[in-house]
């Protein structure tokens, strides 16, 4: 019987990852400069509901670009009726990426425009891949990833992130971005 090294069977990605799904693992929010992309696309008249609204983070960048975000920090996107849901024009969110699919097929039925900031391998899969087809989704690829912040002061991304996007006029399907660092 063989013993294997602790330090090579938990690899920093693993320990990353336990970051971001553990516990705690929907506390990653998002940094300022990942909404950029989106800001030549939106209207500043548009009410943005951050469906996924957490600690109201995502609503302050917008909120300092000069446009107006309705979020509650209780609101269960997946199971509120939708006379319930406030008034908005476009959903923007951070979702749990543990729920996207979720998030997904809920954002399709509402049928309002979205933007979903989600892992790039999002794109894989046969159920989403034809919900994809079905919707005309639309895609911006940052050329970099995002270094999401974690509760414990780190930032880190192991992986790439793309807004993916319904109803949003983009000039293509695919919309490949440079994304600048602040």
């Known amino acids: 019987m063989s013993i294997e090294n602790p330090k090579t069977a938990y690899s920093k990605r693993e320990k990353i ?7 705690k693992g929907n506390d990653v929010y998002t940094p300022e400069y ?11 008249e548009q009410m943005i509901w ?5 600690s109201g983070r995502l ?8 446009f107006n975000v309705v ?5 269960d996107f997946l199971k509120i009726h939708s006379e319930d849901i406030a008034e908005f024009d476009i959903i923007i969110t951070n979702p749990p990426y543990q729920f ?7 954002a399709f ?17 046969m159920k989403r891949s034809k919900m994809f087809r079905d919707n005309e989704i639309q895609v911006i690829i940052p050329n970099r990833r995002i ?35 602040e």
């Open 100 to 106: 996207k699919d979720q998030f997904l097929k809920r």
């Open 71 to 75: 979020g509650f920090q209780n609101y």
């Open 34 to 44: 990942a909404i950029k992309p989106l800001l030549p696309y939106l209207k500043k």
């Open 59 to 66: 609503a302050k960048h917008f909120n300092k670009f000069g």
């Open 50 to 54: 951050d469906c996924a609204f957490g």
């Open 147 to 181: 270094n999401f912040e974690i509760p414990s002061g780190k930032k880190s991304a192991w992986f790439a992130t793309a807004w993916f996007c319904y109803k949003m006029n983009l000039p293509k399907q695919l919309n490949f971005v440079e994304l600048k660092r």
């Open 109 to 125: 039925e509402i049928g309002k425009p979205f933007a979903f900031l989600l892992p790039l391998t999002t794109l894989e899969g």
């Open 17 to 23: 990852q336990d970051e971001f799904e553990g516990s």
